[in-house]
């Protein structure tokens, strides 16, 4: 599977994006999906997650109230709306899917693909 993220920009604080993450496997809606980012200089840390059917979403606590995670299944997409931007939201981010298909949210290491990123940089 290839993994397509899209939507990042230079954007100043307090402004909202939408990521786009496109799925080129035809089993897309069989697994979790999440976003990951890495700050410059920092490891990369989970941002969000959402079941296959939507109905469960999880969030990292930096993110709660600002960011939403949803996915269309019927588009292989699964997108990262970021409200009230701020800068130590700044990064890459990244979208990945997760093979776990009991737990939730999926632990970490049960990601087994991820597309290339895209750039968030939010200006203060």
Same mark, same amino acid.
Not at 16 to 36: D, I, K, N
């Given at each position: 599977?290839?993994?397509?993220? &899209?939507?990042?920009? $230079?954007?100043?604080?307090?402004? &909202?994006?939408? $990521?786009?993450?496109?799925?080129?496997?035809?089993?897309?809606?069989?697994?979790?999906?999440?976003?990951? %980012?890495?700050?410059?200089?920092?490891?990369?840390?989970?941002?969000?997650?959402?079941?296959?059917?939507?109905?469960?979403?999880?969030?990292?606590? =930096?993110?709660?109230?600002?960011?939403?995670?949803? %996915?269309?299944?019927?588009?292989?997409?699964?997108?990262?709306?970021?409200?009230? $931007?701020?800068?130590?939201?700044?990064?890459?981010?990244?979208? =990945?899917?997760?093979?776990?298909?009991?737990?939730?949210?999926?632990?970490? =290491?049960?990601?087994?693909?991820?597309?290339?990123?895209?750039?968030?940089?939010?200006? &203060?």
């Amino acid at each position: 599977v290839q993994l397509q993220a &899209s939507g990042g920009g $230079l954007v100043q604080a307090g402004d &909202s994006l939408r $990521l786009s993450c496109v799925s080129s496997g035809r089993t897309f809606s069989s697994y979790p999906m999440g976003w990951f %980012r890495r700050a410059p200089g920092q490891e990369r840390e989970f941002v969000a997650s959402v079941s296959r059917t939507i109905s469960r979403t999880a969030y990292a606590d =930096a993110v709660k109230g600002r960011f939403t995670i949803s %996915r269309d299944n019927a588009e292989n997409t699964v997108y990262l709306h970021m409200n009230n $931007l701020k800068s130590e939201d700044t990064g890459v981010y990244y979208c =990945a899917r997760s093979r776990n298909l009991g737990s939730f949210p999926p632990p970490v =290491a049960s990601y087994d693909a991820w597309g290339r990123g895209t750039q968030v940089t939010v200006s &203060s």
